[in-house]
């Protein structure tokens, strides 16, 4: 079996012809040499001479096969691969070179990777967990020259196109909408390769505002997966019979319906499904713990837009690190993946506890975010049915809040269109407030002056909150009822 896998991945004379061309073809000489490490190589000699020209470069330039052909430090054998003058002219061939060496090198790790797994009595999950990690290691892509841009007086028609192609291309096939007015129209939607974080309190509504979202993006023609490790999928789907049909859930889950409504949860459901012939929506309730690579290879040959992964606190979490170190490592590896599969990512979170204004190790999540949304969801806004969304950070767009009407009965987000909302709230708040201040006045000067003058700042902004108007305007949710 040993004698069939060097066959399998023996390719040096691809690895001889790339290095000399490596060395003779300065102009492709970066490119060739970033995209090969010691594994790349399938004999001894290759791998001799990959060593070698590291060398060289740590120490400068590479030399030509001419120089390396009398360099003693190499054995005959390797000096051998270099008497043969072709090297690769062609970019074309260049980048098939490379390909021909990359699989070689990918087929040497799945084999040596399954010859070491069947001589250990190795258990099905951790099986199936080493072939994930293999396959993840055998999708890294590699430099190519688009990843590099060189803005220079050589090149300067390129640049010119490409800017005045960016100013005219019509890129809404990179925008996924949220279904929310004022966000759509003022942010243009989440584009994709980008990460949104959503953040509220136990029982806040984010997994209903992720499937609100789903949903609206799969009436638009959008493939959206929801990966959840909060809900089954039979709680998830029956959450969407309820919000597609606008029928209570409660009433659904204790089998309340009467045979005219449960006629119109199966007819609005039916229209939902045949809205959209391109659409897509998944739902995907992983049954052992994960992490964004492994989801992102295990969605990756669907091609999904969007993916929702509820929550961030339930993925795999390394014992070894803290908290914090794991929620910032998920953005991070959800911004990676959200570049390779070309998709946008939405992250659920947790408020803080002790402060409702902060996501819980917010520092390492929104580091890697494009977008954060939080709200409260207290007694207030349970008796309004109206949310605060507070934009904490937005990269490249204009920051700003915006209210959402929530109905819990059936799980539903849409615009707000009133004037600025709980303003009996900040009246009683006020009442509050100045009850503080007597208290603090009767018991304690020192603490009335510092508590006055932090309410009359707080007392500030909520006088100014209370002016404001609230206007929407454009499409909501499309019309299903």
Not at 96 to 108: A, E, F, G, M, V
Not at 166 to 171: F, G, K, T
């Amino acid at each position: 079996m040993l004698d069939i896998s060097a066959q399998i991945t023996n390719n040096s004379s691809s690895e001889a012809l790339v290095l000399k061309t490596a060395c003779d073809n300065k102009q492709y000489q970066a490119y060739i040499m970033s995209q090969l490490d010691e594994e790349s190589f399938s004999s001894e000699s290759t791998k001799d001479l990959f060593k070698r020209l590291n060398v060289y470069i740590q120490n400068g330039n590479l030399p030509s096969t001419a120089v390396l052909a009398n360099d003693s430090s190499l054995s005959e054998a390797t000096r051998a691969l270099l008497t043969v003058r072709t090297v690769l002219e062609d970019k074309d061939d260049i980048d098939r070179t490379l390909l021909q060496i990359r699989t070689s090198k990918n087929k040497k790790i799945v084999i040596s990777t399954l010859l070491n797994l069947l001589q250990k009595d190795a258990t099905l999950p951790h099986l199936l967990t080493t072939l994930e990690n293999v396959i993840q290691k055998c999708r890294v892509v590699q430099q190519t020259s688009t990843e590099m841009k060189h803005i220079e007086v050589s090149n300067k028609q390129e640049l010119l196109n490409s800017v005045n192609k960016y100013l005219v291309e019509d890129n809404k096939k990179d925008i996924v909408l949220t279904g929310f007015t004022e966000f759509d129209s003022r942010t243009g939607g989440i584009f994709k390769k980008n990460v949104l974080v959503t953040a509220s309190v136990p029982g806040g509504g984010k997994s209903a505002m992720a499937l609100q979202m789903a949903a609206f993006q799969y009436l638009c023609g959008k493939r959206v997966c929801i990966v959840s490790y909060e809900m089954d999928i039979s709680e998830i789907e029956s959450r969407l019979y309820s919000n597609v049909s606008r029928i209570n859930h409660s009433d659904m889950n204790l089998k309340k319906l009467d045979d005219r409504r449960r006629k119109m949860v199966v007819d609005r459901y039916d229209k939902f499904i045949s809205a959209t012939n391109t659409g897509c929506l998944t739902l995907w309730a992983p049954e052992r713990e994960l992490t964004i690579p492994q989801i992102a290879m295990e969605i990756k040959p669907r091609n999904y837009d969007i993916v929702y992964i509820d929550y961030l606190g339930l993925l795999y979490n390394d014992p070894k690190k803290q908290m914090w170190e794991n929620l910032g490592n998920h953005t991070r590896d959800a911004k990676l993946a959200a570049n390779s599969l070309n998709a946008a990512f939405v992250l659920l979170a947790q408020l803080d506890e002790d402060n409702t204004t902060k996501i819980k190790y917010s520092k390492a999540i929104k580091a890697n975010a494009n977008f954060v949304w939080t709200w409260e969801c207290g007694d207030k806004e349970r008796e309004s049915g109206i949310i605060d969304v507070r934009q904490q950070k937005a990269r490249n767009a204009p920051i700003y809040n915006f209210y959402l009407e929530i109905d819990f009965s059936t799980f539903t987000f849409k615009d707000y269109n009133g004037p600025a909302p709980f303003q009996d709230f900040a009246a009683k708040d006020d009442d509050k407030k100045k009850k503080k201040k007597d208290d603090a006045n009767t018991n304690s000067p020192t603490t009335y002056t510092r508590t006055q003058n932090n309410q009359s700042v707080q007392g500030g902004q909520n006088n100014q909150a209370q002016n404001q108007t609230i206007s929407r305007g454009i499409p909501k949710m499309p019309q299903l009822i």
